[in-house]
């Protein structure tokens, strides 16, 4: 909890500090966006605002890169490392990257566990000797349900990785960065890959408690 607080911390205010240079070309988010699309020759993808910070995502059940308002019209080097970032995505999706087809298949298993693992909580807080369920099974379904969560978390590193390596890339080559510009991006892009980096080690943390209270 405390790394994850540091590096969301940092992460914002490196969003900020970024938010205030603006990039050589001028161009906003939603622009440069659309660029690396067509220039990775994806054109049924469609970008679009959506309302939060931190808020950008793509979506590849109806292929939408969506970014948050500041990013949308931004013309700073965070609106260019965020949408492009994002489009790095859609470029995985176009050309069938392995690691984002099996984190797309293993969504609907962890959304399963993760309500699932909320009945469990709720099952040993009743007793679940009640209904047949001793502390011992309760905790193997537990360990199992977090397994789970945690290889998804793990999976997501180099989906994310892979997608501001596509991004930097693509500034670099486009001309829509200065060097300068290029170095500051991977920096914000290295603290929001940070974020990931946390959650699988936290999710790791809890599956290894959960192990060692079966052992005791």
């Known amino acids: ?3 994850g607080g540091i590096v ?3 992460l914002k205010k490196k969003i900020k500090k970024y938010s205030k240079i603006p990039t050589l070309s001028g161009m906003n988010g939603k622009e440069i ?3 690396m699309l067509a220039d990775n020759h994806i054109y049924d993808v469609k970008v679009i605002s959506v309302p939060g910070k931190l808020t950008d995502h793509y979506n590849p059940m109806d292929k939408t890169v969506n970014l948050s308002p500041d990013v949308y019209q931004g013309r700073h080097v965070s609106a260019a490392a965020i949408a492009s970032h994002e489009c790095g995505h859609a470029v995985q999706h176009a050309t069938a990257y392995s690691w984002l087809q099996m984190r797309s298949q293993m969504v609907p298993i962890v959304n399963m566990s993760n309500k699932m693992m909320s009945t469990v909580f709720i099952i040993g807080l009743i007793g679940g000797s009640y209904i047949g369920l001793g502390f ?10 977090q397994a789970i969560v945690t ?3 793990l999976v997501t590193l180099p989906v994310e990785f892979d997608a501001s390596r596509r991004a930097l890339v693509w500034l670099r080559s486009s001309g829509i960065t200065s060097e300068q510009e290029l170095t500051y991006a991977n920096d914000a892009l290295k603290w929001a890959a940070s974020t990931y980096v946390v959650a699988a080690l936290a999710a790791a943390t809890y599956l ?3 192990v ?3 052992k005791d």
């Open 1 to 3: 909890m405390i790394a």
């Open 8 to 10: 969301s911390s940092k």
């Open 33 to 35: 966006a659309e660029r």
């Open 136 to 145: 011992t099974n309760l905790l193997m379904v537990f360990i199992a349900l």
């Open 151 to 153: 290889a998804f978390t």
């Open 208 to 210: 290894l408690y959960y």
């Open 212 to 214: 060692s209270m079966l």
